[in-house]
């Protein structure tokens, strides 16, 4: 079973930093593509930034009004991949999920179908 | 960007009836390599994470009732409730995956009548 789990999110002032971190399971980690999105309260859902597979260069690309203060990483062999969010605002309060779009053949199996985490919460306030 | 636009904003259906959300996007999101619409229809309820209802613009994610429905090619799709449920009242949301940035509809409110 495909599973995500979301943890670091905590109460912290406007210009701190936080880092988010993402536990995945039951696929094959380093062949999936990894998704940031948030939801602010009562607001709709706004896709973050995402990190690419190392094989297609495990490069980033970020949503515009988070470039330059977040970065995201991974590390396969902990299957986890992270979430550095720095120069915080409090407009960035939200809810944050990782998700991923899983479309690959490997030795076990056909992997397809969208997942996402539980969420974990982000208050930016002073 | 790819910019998703949704209609309606909101919906009002009665128990049992058909209720029909569009979504269209700015470009199109099929990737001909694989033939596949990169687009995904969820369902949010509050103090929940997203649901995923369809994925490939017409897969429906495994446990998802089939009176839900995804169709659609290119830059035109629609999530279909063939006979709506109490328990479908939610707000619902397209995304695109095609490209970053992997933006989303801005939501349709779906109530009872």
């Known amino acids: 079973e495909v599973q995500l789990v979301e943890s670091g999110g905590a109460l912290v002032k406007p210009g701190g930093s936080l880092r988010l971190s993402c536990a995945a399971s039951?696929?094959?980690?380093?062949?999936?593509?990894m998704n940031w999105v948030r939801q602010v309260p009562g607001k709709g859902l706004e896709w973050v930034g995402r990190i690419k597979k190392k094989t297609d260069g495990g490069t980033t690309d970020y949503a515009a009004p988070v470039k330059g203060r977040f970065i995201i990483s991974r590390d396969d062999s902990r299957q986890t991949f992270y979430l550095e969010m720095n120069s915080l605002k409090t407009e960035d309060t939200a809810v944050y999920y990782c998700n991923t779009a899983l479309d690959y053949y490997d030795s076990t199996g056909y992997y397809s179908g969208i997942y996402w985490g539980q969420g974990t919460l982000v208050s930016v306030s002073s | 960007d790819i910019v998703m636009t949704q209609s309606p904003d909101s919906l009002a259906v009665s128990l049992g009836e058909r209720a029909t959300i569009n979504c269209k996007s700015s470009q199109s999101v099929l990737y001909s390599s694989n033939n596949k619409n990169y687009l995904a229809w969820y369902q949010l309820k509050p103090g929940q994470p997203p649901k995923v209802l369809i994925y490939w613009a017409s897969t429906r994610e495994s446990g998802v009732p089939d009176r839900f429905s995804g169709s659609g090619s290119g830059t035109d799709f629609t999530l279909t409730i063939s006979s709506l449920q109490a328990e479908d009242v939610a707000v619902y949301y397209c995304q695109q995956y095609y490209g970053p940035p992997y933006t989303f509809g801005q939501g349709t409110k779906l109530e009872i009548k």
């Open positions: 039951g696929f094959t980690f380093s062949n999936a593509w």
